[in-house]
């Protein structure tokens, strides 16, 4: 029987583990992890994640071949295969600080693996990495390992959060990147063999190490450049007249393009592409390539861009000043189906709101009160300039009120910014939410959920990202 030990039972290790429980039954699978917080809830009713479909997979593994445990060393050393699934932050202080990807987590994981370790053991790349990283883990492997044989794969996770379930029962596909050698072609197959359980093994492909940490890191890039494209061209559609949606719907079925991945937005959120854009931009750098750095840099460059547009917007259509305003913001997370707030678009536009003096009502249906607070009053790490961090006033915090409702949170607002896609507010009732609201009422949807038409019908004053200008907001002087 293999035995798998995840070091890491986060938004990846978590689910990643729990779906390769549930696809090979004669696998033992123990997710381990140095918070016992996260180990409590995972063992728990209430997961420490939520993603759609993740309750079942677990309850129904849990117990039988899926464990969670804080006895990290423990676990390790009884393993045939180990994946790493730690977090690998931006580094934000020394040399690289705000692109280099911090590897200390790793860093740690791989000693504590050979000092443990009596065993030979696979050791997995899941946590995405900077190309070259395995080698660094190699040495660290065998430079302690007493004659053990350590085999480094790297197996970079593509899911998204949201999707997670789906994404890892029908991955479109798998990646194993191993070393050239008999021993790294015998741990690819070995690896290859648990995914061929459920994925097609045409979708399952096989490269070099390199190959692999690279691939994971473009695949970011590719993704999160399509989007500040379409962001981008939303802008140029409100100056022109053009409809975002009608643009990329037009673009989108050139099969070369493709349809998805176009949805103009306040801005790319979540905690990989931001983070593996700046890592790339660094090994660029490192590499001398000064050119393709920058241009890989622009992505972040033009997401920033987007965030303060939409803030300006905002400011500028309710006659320069909310100072004192009430704003209604209907989601926080980074994006639907997800209680995830890391790098949230919500929380820059909720700090240029409150920088205005504005009063925020915030409701998510996922992201917790507590959450909410910690997000807006944490310092704004600036990538850029990583040495000045921006902390919001405390004054400016007692600002914000966080509701349970969309109803609750638009009754009296001035204004109302959507921020998160979820279903829900789709289906609102706008005429109700428009009698309970102060006039002029206004809506900035920043994710093109609304009926535009429908709202401007009822009275709404209404801003959509990329649509063609309400006849209210044109004479506002926007500074971009
Ligand atoms: P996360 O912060 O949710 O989880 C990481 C976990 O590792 C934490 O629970 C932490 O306590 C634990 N940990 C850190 N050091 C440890 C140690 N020494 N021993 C045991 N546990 C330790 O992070 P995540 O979102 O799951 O991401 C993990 C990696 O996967 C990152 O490299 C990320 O870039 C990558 N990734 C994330 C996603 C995503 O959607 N979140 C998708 C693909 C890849
Ligand atoms: C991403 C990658 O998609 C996934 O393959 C990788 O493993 C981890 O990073 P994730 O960040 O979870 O996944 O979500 P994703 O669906 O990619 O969305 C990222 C951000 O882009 C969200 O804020 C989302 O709202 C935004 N987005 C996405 C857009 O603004 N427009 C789009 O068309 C798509």
């Known amino acids: ?106 860093e740690s994981s791989a000693r504590m693996i050979a000092d443990v370790s009596k065993s030979s053991k696979i050791v997995v790349e899941k946590s995405t990495v900077p190309v070259k990283t395995a080698e660094a883990i190699e040495k660290i492997l065998t430079h302690n390992s007493k004659g053990i044989d350590f085999q480094i794969l790297s197996n970079p996770e593509f899911l998204a959060e949201g999707t997670a379930i789906n994404d890892l029962f029908m991955p479109d596909r798998v990646l194993i990147g191993g070393r050239e050698t008999p021993g790294g072609q015998r741990a690819i197959k070995v690896l290859k063999d648990i995914y061929a359980q459920w994925v097609p093994e045409e979708r399952i492909i096989c490269t070099n190490l390199w190959s692999a940490e690279l691939s994971k890191l473009a695949a970011n890039a590719f993704l999160a450049q399509r989007i500040s494209s379409i962001n981008a061209m939303s802008a140029l559609c409100e100056a022109t007249g053009a409809d975002v949606s009608q643009v990329s719907h037009a673009i989108g079925k050139d099969s070369r393009i493709g349809a998805k991945f176009l949805n103009a937005s306040v801005g790319f959120g979540g905690s990989c592409f931001q983070k593996d854009i700046l890592n790339l931009v660094y090994i660029c750098e490192c590499n001398g390539l000064s050119e393709v750095a920058n241009y890989w840099k622009q992505i972040i460059e033009v997401n920033d861009y987007q965030k303060r547009r939409f803030v300006n917007r905002i400011v500028s259509s309710m006659f320069n000043t909310i100072s004192g305003k009430r704003i209604a913001i209907l989601g926080f997370s980074f994006k639907k189906d997800t209680g995830d707030t890391r790098e949230t678009p919500a929380i820059d536009v909720c700090r240029g709101l409150l920088g205005d003096q504005a009063q925020l009502n915030i409701y998510d249906p996922q992201v917790p009160e507590q959450q909410i607070h910690k997000d807006l009053s944490m310092p704004k790490y600036n990538w850029n300039y990583p040495v000045h961090s921006v902390s919001m006033c405390p004054d400016d915090l007692k600002q914000v009120r966080v509701v349970s409702s969309a109803y609750e949170a638009t009754k009296d607002a001035h204004g109302i910014c959507i921020l998160t896609e979820w279903d829900e507010f789709k289906s609102l009732n706008f005429q109700k939410i428009y009698d309970n609201m102060q006039k002029p009422a206004y809506v900035f949807d920043g994710r093109n959920v609304v009926d535009v038409e429908k709202l401007r019908r009822i009275g709404f004053v209404v801003y959509s990202i990329g649509k063609p200008l309400d006849p209210w907001l044109k004479d506002m002087p926007a500074v971009m």
Not at 18 to 32: E, H, L, M, N
Not at 59 to 84: M, P, Y
């Open 1 to 106: 029987m293999v035995k798998i030990c995840c070091i890491g039972g986060g938004y990846v290790g978590g689910p990643t583990m729990a779906v390769i429980a549930y696809k090979c039954p004669s696998v033992v699978v123990t997710v381990v992890d140095i918070s016992v917080q996260r180990i409590t809830a995972w063992n728990s009713d209430k997961l420490p994640i939520y993603e759609p479909g993740l309750d079942d997979v677990v309850k129904q593994c849990r117990g039988k071949n899926l464990f969670f445990s804080t006895e990290v060393e423990k676990h390790v050393a009884e393993a045939d295969i180990v994946f790493v699934s730690v977090n690998t932050p931006t580094k934000t202080q020394g040399l690289g600080a705000g692109k280099a990807a911090d590897l200390t987590y790793w």
